[in-house]
């Protein structure tokens, strides 16, 4: 792991406004995805700013009758609570199909929506990668493509998303709140938030840099009958091969 300086923030404008004026900073706060990519040398940031004290950790109903989730929201406490359990249960469901116990006591609900891939040639650094290093080629295009991309791949990039919390809510039609260096928010639709790879792989989200995201909030429920489906290669803690969220 690469050295690197470590910072503390009282305010999100404050970790927005760090995260602009530091170059080569990330913001980190479960640290689940972000570490392993750090002791790889995949992600080598000069600077970590620790979002883990700006409060953002509230689960709240929206004037609308929605929720508003805070961003640090452990993935645990999101699967458990009583409204996301009744109203939003598809939501639940994928968030305890994901990882193991242990993971989602540490990971937030932002740091879920930002993991990177888990392509086997993007964690082999021997291997060529445009979402690792620009440029380099894509070693999955000709490899074992059994974990990728169907549908949405490019030229350039065939990896896909690794969670299954972001299914659900793009099904829930979530929106994401921002707020960036200067201080200004922002609404991002989730189905606005992701980037299809096209000849950029490496650009995954529209965020600019800086950029904090502070909640992710819910419209009201529309009842029904929620599913989350996930084929994988067994039981627990394993990535996705197929998931499907639905509501009917």
Do not use: W
Not at 76 to 83: G, K, P, Y
């Amino acid at each position: 792991m690469k050295a690197f300086t470590y910072e503390r923030v009282k305010t999100p404008a404050e970790a927005a406004a760090s995260a602009r004026d530091k170059h080569g900073a990330k913001f980190i706060a479960g640290g689940t995805n972000l570490l392993d990519l750090m002791k790889l040398e995949i992600e080598t940031p000069t600077h970590l700013i620790d979002v883990n004290g700006l409060g953002l950790d509230q689960i709240a109903a929206t004037d609308e009758g929605g929720l508003r989730i805070g961003a640090l929201v452990r993935n645990t406490d999101l699967a458990a609570d009583e409204r996301v359990r009744r109203d939003y249960a598809v939501l639940s469901r994928a968030l305890l199909a994901g990882a193991s116990g242990q993971l989602r006591n540490q990971a937030t609900t932002a740091g879920n929506l930002l993991q990177r891939t888990r392509c086997p040639y993007f964690y082999d650094t021997n291997q060529p990668c445009n979402k690792r290093l620009p440029g380099s080629g894509c070693a999955a295009l000709e490899g074992f493509s059994r974990q990728h991309a169907v549908v949405g791949g490019s030229e350039a990039c065939i990896a896909t998303h690794p969670g299954d919390m972001p299914v659900a809510m793009r099904l829930l039609d979530a929106v994401v709140e921002t707020v960036s260096a200067d201080g200004k928010a922002r609404n991002i639709p989730l189905a606005d938030f992701y980037l299809a790879p096209g000849k950029t792989p490496h650009i995954e989200t529209v965020l600019t840099p800086g950029e904090l995201i502070t909640a992710i909030t819910l419209p009201p429920p529309v009842g029904g009958q929620h599913i989350y489906r996930k084929v994988r290669d067994r039981a627990s803690y394993a990535f996705a091969l197929v998931s499907v969220a639905a509501i009917v």
